[in-house]
């Protein structure tokens, strides 16, 4: 069975300040891994993937993640955080089975402190 | 390149009624998604289809949920009848294949936000 878990459900930062949103994930097989941005009554919106190659990932927005395999986490940061970057952010997971239907984190909610 | 594009946006229906959502996926797409988000907790897979049959519907209840994919383009997904539990917002999404390491993106539409009163 797959699952993903992000600790923390609300993250607070000042503008300027560096953004962590973590992730674990639990899979038997190496999984796929994807952070997804919310915003408000929005969709949504990819904004970095691995699947296999490089373990350091780069999005959009200033968006990073590190795959490490050893402690299971996909972590997201930011260096530098922008008010316009405070929304719901999800991670998740496929498992290569094929069907890759998304299973998703329960969300962290990040704000942004002027 | 269009979106994702659901209707409506927003449904007020009272518990017992029937309601039905609709989705358009992105042109050539052949994986279409329903996932239902919950406020608070991240979207949950109803159900997949590949062109229009069915990959994987093992979380829809199937009692009062339905859904199609005539044709492979367009779905609908229904409830009848609607239970104050099943207030979230419907989300639809689309991806251009399944199999193989490319294309694992899936794209998703603005959703529908269901309250059932």
Known sequence: AQSVTQLGSHVSVSEGALVLLRCNYSSSVPPYLFWYVQYPNQGLQLLLKYTTGATLVKGINGF???????????????PSAHMSDAA???????VDTGRRALTFGSGTRLQVQP | EAGVAQSPRYKIIEKRQSVAFWCNPISGHA?????????????????????????DDSQLPKDRFSAER??????????????L????????ASSPRTGGRLNTEA??????RLTVV
Do not use: M, R
């Open chain 2, 85 to 92: 539990e099943d207030s979230a917002v419907y989300l639809c």
């Open chain 2, 107 to 112: 794209f998703f539409g603005q959703g529908t």
């Open chain 1, 88 to 94: 719901e952010y999800f991670c998740a997971v496929i």
């Open chain 2, 31 to 55: 994986t279409l998604y329903w996932y239902q988000q919950i406020l608070g907790q991240g979207p949950k897979l109803l159900i997949q289809f590949q062109n229009n049959g069915v990959v």
């Open chain 2, 70 to 83: 005539l044709k492979g383009v367009d779905s609908t997904l229904k409830i009848q009848p609607a239970k």
């Open chain 1, 64 to 78: 990073e993640a590190e795959f490490k395999k050893s402690e299971t986490s996909f972590h997201l940061t930011k």
